[in-house]
């Protein structure tokens, strides 16, 4: 697909549960709990005390005194004491008196309350269990109760409310639906590699009978979203060995040292399950390589978790039938140690599909759709290049929105279609209307790509065009469907490109008589095929079969973040003379290719002007017409 500036061109169910460490929450903090136990008891002895009305003791016989003189209130006669109120007031604070007195054995103690006047009531004994019962067990087992939730809510092991040490390894679970091979495609090597590992854990005896071993470790390496973490998914599925899955950011916590417990617990629980897969997702998160000057004492926690790590894959036996599989995109930036022979001593390259692989992969994708007669797997292969297996799942996704939001009965072509041009380009900017001019404009400079595209002798064969705002800045495509995948280009093929890549301003030169912006892309991009050519492939006839500069890259990735100059200021000149050349070269065959076939470049852009979106057979149909013209 040519860009420009117009275009800068079954559900599977969660397979893991959270168990926690098998080795935590065995025993709970009961000295805590105590200690939590105590604190309440002497807080409701002193809040009662607090709460409690300070009372005058007073004799018997003065409370005889009070209520012949009535000057008794009320009162609460119980068998142990009477307790009121007088109706005198303290002096100091002007408030009621409260008194209280231990009563005689006296049955004419309600008549004469009765003849003075005094507001009484009579109150029953209550044991000494229930007084207990009340006030002190109760409160205690609900404040315990509620500090048991807490305490599992916060720490699920019961280690500690921070929730500091706990493990948090997630446990393939046995009763739920397993990934198989089955539901792998696009990576046969990497299957055949790891078929190994799943006869090692169903019969270790096979191997250890010759004296071999099996490999402690098994490394995934890819870009991402090419299948690792599924891999090791269906082979815990293939051997039906428990599944541990944990990622290494997992292990790094804010305090130094858990890092290393936690991977410590993990192989702890590991032997207690063998045979068992152990699956450390994102692995560069703590693999990194040590050394250099530590900022701050940032890097004590990861290079101790790591230091665990290698003792840990360097001290347990193999023959327990423990096996350790880990995922990286960036195994350039691990630790050599960890590399070596004894740890993960076989990786295992997972990489993206080529056309074949994409078929397969699309295949799984659309097993629960509902899809139309006219969904043709190997034309949406071949529109995907570069793709993996995510990307090809959000496509079969996409489309399946797509399909029902115009209430289709099936998902149809179109809607592939379109949820290709949405993830590449992005989605369609409806509301952002071009005005005639720029329309006029824009449908020329696609009608430039597609034409040059046509007429080269090693371009790839049109298959739409659209002059249809999407993404951030793309006002128009030109989409190319390669015939069959190629991992290599000649000299010719590349120059043929980069002829490709010009069709769209020298069209604006030739009809308008001068160029607008919408070409950035594309100057820039085969300004890019061009270097390169002279640069590191060694196609300049001046400066022959010899490469200028080292390219910094990542390894597996390719993405270059650097480059070391090798070569002298005369040779740079010369350089650049050279890309000029093959740009000015390529640009006069665009130039003739257009100024030749004037009447099908008019008729492509005025058929594109008025419906937008036109399919690579109608090209095809506007170039034999004006052929028999």
Avoid at 80 to 85: E, H, L, R, V
Avoid at 235 to 261: K, T
Avoid at 461 to 473: A, D, E, F, L, T
Wanted: proline content about 4%; charged content about 25%; hydrophobic content about 40%.
């Amino acid at each position: 697909m040519k860009k420009s500036k117009f275009q800068s061109n079954k559900k599977k169910p969660n397979l893991e549960i959270n168990k926690p460490s098998e080795t935590q929450g065995k025993t709970p903090h009961w000295n805590f709990l105590l200690w939590y136990i105590l604190m309440t008891i002497i807080f409701f002895y002193f809040f009662q005390n607090s709460m409690r009305t300070k009372r005058e003791v007073i004799p018997y016989s003065q409370f005889q005194e009070y209520l012949k003189n009535s000057q008794i209130d009320t009162c609460v006669v119980s068998q142990k004491n009477i307790t009121g109120i007088l109706k005198l007031k303290d002096k100091k604070t002007g408030k009621p008196r409260h008194f209280i007195t231990v009563p005689l054995l006296n049955s004419d103690l309600a008549s004469q309350l009765e003849q003075h006047n005094v507001k009484f009531s009579v109150k029953a004994g209550s044991s000494m269990f229930t007084l207990l019962l009340i006030n002190w067990v109760l409160p205690i087992f609900f404040f315990a109760i509620i500090w048991i939730f807490i305490s599992r809510k916060m720490g699920k092991a019961g280690t500690n409310f921070l929730n500091l040490g706990q493990n948090k390894v997630h446990i393939h679970a046995d009763n739920l639906p397993q990934v198989t091979f089955k539901d792998v495609a696009g990576v046969a090597e990497a299957k055949q590699e790891l078929q190994e590992s799943i006869e090692f854990l169903k019969e270790p005896e096979h191997f250890q009978r010759l004296g071999g071993r099996m490999p402690k470790g098994v490394l995934l390496v890819g870009p991402p979203g090419t299948g690792k973490t599924l891999l090791a998914r269906a082979v815990a599925g293939e051997s039906h060995a428990p599944f541990f899955n944990i990622s290494g950011s997992d292990f790094i916590e804010m305090f130094v040292g858990l890092g290393a417990a936690r991977v410590r617990d993990l192989f702890e629980q590991a032997r207690q399950k063998s045979p068992c897969i152990i699956f450390i997702d994102e692995l560069d998160a703590i693999g990194r390589s040590r050394g250099g000057p530590m900022v701050m004492g940032g890097h004590d926690e990861r290079e101790q978790t790591l230091n665990q790590l290698l003792v840990e894959m360097d001290g347990f036996d193999p023959a327990t039938g423990v096996v350790v599989m880990a995922a990286t995109n960036r195994p350039e930036i691990l630790d050599k140690a960890l590399l070596r022979a004894g740890r993960f001593d076989r990786q295992i390259i997972v990489d993206k599909p080529d056309l074949k692989d994409r078929k397969e992969i699309l295949e799984i994708h659309i097993r629960k759709l509902k899809l139309g007669k006219d969904v043709d797997l190997q034309v949406i292969a071949q529109r995907t290049p570069g793709f993996v297996g995510a990307d090809l799942a959000n496509v079969a996704n996409e489309a399946a929105i797509l399909a029902a939001r115009m209430d289709h009965k099936a998902v149809m072509m179109i809607d592939f279609e379109a949820a290709i041009d949405r993830i590449i380009a992005g989605p369609e900017k409806k509301n952002r209307a071009l005005g005639p001019k720029e329309k006029h404009c824009v449908a020329f400079h696609e009608s430039g790509h597609t034409l040059v595209a046509e007429m080269v002798p090693n371009g790839e064969p049109v298959h739409k065009v659209s002059i249809i705002p999407r993404g951030m800045g793309a006002l128009g495509y030109t989409l190319q469907l390669p015939v069959q995948e190629k991992f290599l280009s000649t000299k010719k093929e590349l120059e043929d490109q980069i002829a490709i890549l010009l069709g769209g301003r020298v069209s604006e030169e030739i009809v308008f008589g001068d160029v607008s912006t919408g070409a950035q892309n594309d100057l820039e991009r085969a300004s890019e095929i061009a270097r390169s050519m002279v640069c590191q492939l060694g196609m300049s006839e001046k400066l022959g079969p010899l490469t200028f500069g080292k390219k910094q890259q990542l390894q597996y990735l390719g993405v270059e973040y650097g480059e070391e100059k090798n070569y002298s200021e005369e040779t740079s000149r010369l350089i650049d003379s050279e890309v000029k050349q093959l740009i000015e070269k390529n640009h006069k065959r665009a130039r003739q290719i257009l100024l030749d076939n004037r009447k099908t470049l008019d008729a492509l852009a005025a058929l594109l002007e008025e419906k937008e979106v036109i399919s690579g057979e109608e090209v095809k149909e506007v170039m034999e017409k004006t052929k028999k013209e």
